[in-house]
């Protein structure tokens, strides 16, 4: 697939000293950059209507509706080693009414539905506190864990990286460079057929505003529809 300098999206080879190994690597930055709808794909609910690009970055506001959702996911695959990071803002969050909070997901699926999936999440609960959540199910058998982890800023970084089978699972709080593990897991080494962020109601039915600042990912090899 050929790729004009022009596009937004940056789909680049980087060589990286600490592993040794060479990577693909694409890059949106959304306060300055427009939405690449070569590379990315709107879902979720009313997904035009929902997202709207700023100076900011991209604000996702989810009316009073329950249970919805709305965002993106990539239109290519990550093959062999990976690492997908997310710049977040919980800017206009209410704590919610009902449901299991209301934030940002970033999710990754290596099979449709959710077999074979992971999921790192950040939050506002009922109390106001605000929470990471992690989840993933292991393609081989089907099997669920979910973990809960206390957070401190409304801002900040999650990410979620592969090395041969381990999934690891990060986050940077605030404005902080410093990422730090919560999880790693056995995941295995299928390729990952999407990436998908989402600002996700969690059930409550109150309104919602997030804003994503920059999306990255990069891995062994890049694939595209």
């Known amino acids: 697939m050929m790729i004009s300098t022009r596009s937004f999206v940056c789909l680049i080879l980087v060589a990286s000293i600490s592993t040794g190994w060479a990577s ?19 879902v979720g609910l009313n997904a035009a209507e929902s997202i709207a690009q700023t100076s900011e970055g991209l604000k996702i506001t989810i009316p009073f509706t329950e249970g919805k ?37 970033l999710r990754i699926f290596s099979r449709p539905g959710t077999q074979g999936s992971a999921a790192l999440a950040v939050r506002k609960k009922k109390d106001a506190a605000i929470a990471f959540g992690t989840a993933s199910v292991r393609a081989q058998n089907n099997k669920q864990d979910l973990k809960s982890y206390p957070a401190q800023a409304d801002h900040g970084r999650l990410r979620l990286s592969r090395s041969g089978s381990q999934l690891t699972i990060e986050v940077a709080e605030g404005d902080s460079e410093e990422f730090r593990q919560l999880q790693q897991v056995e995941f295995g080494n299928e390729p990952i057929r999407t990436v998908q962020v989402v600002a996700d109601t969690g059930g409550s039915t109150q309104k919602m505003s997030v804003c994503l600042g920059e999306f990255s990912a990069n891995a062994d090899q890049i694939a595209f529809a």
């Open 24 to 42: 693909e690597h694409v890059v949106q930055r959304f306060g300055k950059e427009p939405l690449n709808l070569r590379f990315l794909r709107r």
């Open 69 to 105: 959702w709305a965002g993106f996911e990539t239109q290519f695959s990550l093959i062999g080693d990976f690492k997908t990071t997310l710049k977040y803002h919980l800017v206009d969050v209410e704590p919610p009414n009902e449901g299991h909070g209301a934030g940002v997901v």
